[in-house]
């Protein structure tokens, strides 16, 4: 499981990285930084609380593995 | 054949219906595209609007789902440097007409959205022009429409040309859901580039072995690059993938003044110093090797007169402009590096800027809603490595004599106001 923020929706309330900081760190302007990184699975109780904590709702958690099928792109353009 | 492929009957222009039939021959008829999609999927052609996403895969993925596909092909060039696409609407319209037919029926599309830019009156002139001569797609089985999408540098992003059509907004959307799964009316939605469109038109007629013909083992086929700054003869040239840009440049009648460095792949790109760059293999995996990718095919030769450093600042300056303003990294990630480069640019910025704008960087990868930010940060992460002396002459002592001189990274005059 990995957790994941959308970025159109997170509004850096920043309550996040307060409940999993081992997960979560804030960058200088307040928006989460998720470390790229499976999360352990006791940690998982606590990635839920923030998935549902967060006022925008702007936070999921995923499967480990990425779908395929998507075209999002490495870099750039 | 040879070269060129795409740009075969360039000479006879516009290319009118008559004309792009004796050059390139009729279309096969396979109604259910179903050889297509396994031709398609032999060819290994990877999307040319500079994500280098494989077509076959997401062709798969838009015939899963249960409702009928829309195709958008992908007009909005909005690199501006890039011409290659506005070349084919322009001179070649058939064939990308051609093209986005076959792929339609590959994927089970009855409906052909060609997406081009609100500013492109020209392409969109020619496009009519050429689809007057198809009434087929004027309201038959497959039917094509013309959108004019706003201009801008994300306007062409594949959610937010989506959400164009489904809500009048221009701007990228969250993903998931992803635009084949869940697109334009919530139908599974191909978007495809104008040039990768083109490549689909031939390979429907000749096949993946002939497509394989020119390119390399891994990546077969050809591209095209616009070529821009200071070489003889600017403008879109056809390569087979795996070409040396030395050998492209020759062909371009070489540099016409002494070049510092080539910036390969447009403003999402990555600077390369002008002593590597003859030896650069152009292709994903030749350019790999040095860290760059061809992206939507923009390579710009700067030369030594220009100031580097003026330079990235009036672009980032003008990409950080361009965000769609959504995200909070892009808006203040970008914003921050524009920030720093206009202030090294006038001088009197402390050294240490620059691992400011490293750190920044670092911070823009992957954390936008679109890849915008992710093409600033290679774009400025390249800089930043080649031009640290250029950078800290500046933030130490201001302006250099180049800095007035006129952009070779042009942009659109619109977006600099303020
Ligand atoms: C900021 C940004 C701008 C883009 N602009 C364009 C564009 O102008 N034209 C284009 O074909 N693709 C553009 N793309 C890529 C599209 O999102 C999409 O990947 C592409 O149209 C798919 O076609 P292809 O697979 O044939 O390359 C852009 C992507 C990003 C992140
Ligand atoms: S709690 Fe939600 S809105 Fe706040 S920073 Fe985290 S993801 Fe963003
Ligand atoms: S990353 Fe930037 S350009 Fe892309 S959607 Fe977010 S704010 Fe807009």
Same mark, same amino acid.
């Given at each position: 499981?990995?957790?994941?923020?959308?970025?159109?929706?997170?509004?850096?309330?920043?309550?996040?990285?307060?409940?999993?900081?081992?997960?979560?760190?804030?960058?200088?302007?307040?928006?989460?930084?998720?470390?790229? !990184?499976?999360?352990?699975?006791?940690?998982?109780?606590?990635?839920?609380?923030?998935?549902?904590?967060?006022?925008?709702?702007?936070?999921?958690?995923? !499967?480990?593995?990425?779908?395929?099928?998507?075209?999002?792109?490495?870099?750039?353009? | 054949?040879?070269?060129?492929?795409?740009?075969?009957?360039?000479? /006879?222009?516009?290319?009118?219906?008559?004309?792009?039939?004796?050059?390139?021959?009729?279309?096969?008829?396979?109604?259910?595209?179903?050889?297509?999609?396994?031709?398609?999927?032999?060819?290994?052609?990877?999307?040319?609007?500079?994500?280098?996403?494989?077509?076959?895969?997401?062709?798969?993925?838009?015939?899963?789902?249960?409702?009928?596909?829309?195709?958008?092909?992908? &007009?909005?060039?909005?690199?501006?440097?890039? $011409?290659?696409?506005?070349?084919?609407?322009?001179?070649?319209?058939?064939?990308?007409?051609?093209?986005?037919?076959?792929?339609?029926?590959?994927?089970?599309?009855?409906?052909?959205?060609?997406?081009?830019?609100?500013?492109?009156?020209?392409?969109?002139?020619?496009?009519?022009?050429?689809?007057?001569?198809?009434?087929?797609?004027?309201?038959?089985? +497959?039917?094509?429409?013309?959108?004019?999408?706003?201009?801008?540098?994300?306007?062409?992003?594949?959610?937010?040309?989506?959400?164009?059509?489904?809500?009048?907004?221009?701007?990228?959307?969250?993903?998931?859901?992803?635009?084949?799964?869940?697109? $334009?009316?919530?139908?599974?939605?191909?978007?495809?580039?104008?040039?990768?469109?083109?490549?689909?038109?031939?390979?429907?007629?000749?096949?993946?072995?002939? *497509?394989?013909?020119?390119? %390399?083992?891994?990546?077969?086929?050809?591209?095209?690059? %616009?070529?821009?700054?200071?070489?003889?003869?600017?403008?879109?040239?056809? +390569?087979?993938?795996? %070409?040396?840009?030395?050998?492209?440049? /020759?062909?371009?009648?070489?540099?016409?003044?002494? +070049?510092?460095?080539?910036?390969?792949?447009?403003?999402?790109?990555?600077?390369?110093?002008?002593?590597?760059?003859?030896?650069?293999?152009?292709?994903?995996?030749?350019?790999?090797?040095? &860290?760059?990718?061809?992206?939507?095919?923009? $390579?710009?030769?700067?030369?030594?007169?220009?100031?580097?450093?003026?330079?990235?600042?009036?672009?980032?300056?003008?990409?950080?402009?361009?965000?769609?303003?959504?995200?909070?990294?892009?808006?203040?990630?970008?914003?921050?590096?524009? /920030?720093? *480069?206009?202030? $090294?640019?006038?001088?009197?910025?402390?050294?240490?800027?620059?691992?400011?704008? %490293?750190?920044?960087?670092?911070?823009?990868?992957?954390?936008?809603?679109?890849?915008?930010?992710?093409?600033?940060?290679?774009?400025?992460?390249?800089?930043?490595?080649?031009?640290?002396?250029?950078?800290?002459?500046?933030?130490?002592?201001?302006?250099?004599?180049?800095?007035?001189?006129?952009?070779?990274?042009?942009?659109?005059? *619109?977006?600099?106001?303020?």
């Amino acid at each position: 499981m990995r957790i994941a923020v959308d970025p159109i929706a997170c509004d850096a309330h920043g309550l996040c990285a307060e409940l999993l900081p081992e997960v979560i760190v804030l960058d200088e302007w307040g928006y989460p930084v998720i470390a790229d !990184a499976k999360l352990p699975a006791r940690l998982e109780g606590l990635a839920r609380r923030a998935v549902s904590a967060c006022p925008t709702l702007a936070l999921r958690l995923k !499967a480990d593995t990425p779908a395929v099928n998507g075209s999002r792109r490495r870099t750039g353009r | 054949m040879s070269l060129p492929r795409l740009l075969r009957g360039l000479e /006879d222009v516009p290319l009118d219906r008559d004309g792009h039939g004796r050059v390139h021959g009729e279309l096969p008829a396979d109604t259910d595209g179903r050889a297509l999609v396994a031709e398609l999927r032999r060819a290994r052609l990877r999307g040319r609007g500079g994500g280098g996403f494989p077509l076959a895969i997401k062709l798969k993925a838009v015939r899963r789902g249960r409702r009928p596909a829309v195709l958008v092909v992908n &007009g909005c060039e909005g690199e501006p440097l890039s $011409i290659k696409d506005h070349l084919l609407l322009t001179r070649l319209p058939h064939l990308v007409i051609d093209g986005a037919l076959a792929l339609a029926r590959a994927a089970g599309a009855a409906d052909i959205r060609f997406a081009l830019d609100e500013g492109d009156l020209v392409g969109d002139d020619m496009l009519n022009w050429a689809l007057d001569a198809r009434p087929e797609l004027r309201g038959g089985r +497959i039917a094509a429409t013309v959108a004019a999408v706003p201009s801008g540098y994300v306007s062409g992003q594949e959610t937010g040309l989506v959400r164009w059509h489904n809500e009048g907004v221009a701007a990228p959307t969250s993903v998931p859901p992803r635009v084949t799964e869940r697109g $334009i009316g919530r139908r599974p939605t191909l978007v495809s580039n104008v040039e990768t469109v083109a490549h689909v038109a031939l390979i429907a007629r000749h096949g993946a072995e002939w *497509f394989a013909q020119l390119g %390399t083992a891994e990546e077969p086929g050809t591209a095209l690059v %616009t070529l821009a700054g200071a070489v003889a003869r600017p403008g879109v040239y056809e +390569i087979a993938l795996g %070409t040396r840009l030395g050998a492209l440049l /020759d062909t371009a009648g070489g540099a016409v003044q002494e +070049i510092d460095a080539y910036l390969v792949g447009g403003y999402a790109g990555t600077w390369v110093p002008a002593p590597r760059a003859g030896a650069l293999v152009l292709c994903e995996a030749g350019l790999r090797a040095v &860290g760059a990718r061809l992206g939507s095919g923009v $390579i710009l030769a700067l030369p030594t007169s220009a100031c580097p450093v003026a330079e990235m600042a009036r672009v980032t300056r003008w990409l950080a402009s361009e965000s769609s303003g959504q995200c909070g990294p892009c808006v203040r990630g970008l914003g921050a590096i524009a /920030d720093a *480069f206009e202030s $090294i640019a006038a001088g009197g910025a402390r050294p240490s800027v620059l691992d400011d704008l %490293t750190r920044w960087c670092r911070l823009s990868r992957g954390r936008g809603a679109c890849a915008h930010p992710d093409g600033v940060a290679q774009l400025v992460t390249s800089a930043l490595d080649l031009f640290s002396v250029d950078l800290l002459d500046h933030a130490r002592h201001g302006p250099c004599d180049a800095c007035e001189r006129p952009p070779q990274l042009t942009v659109p005059a *619109f977006a600099l106001r303020g």
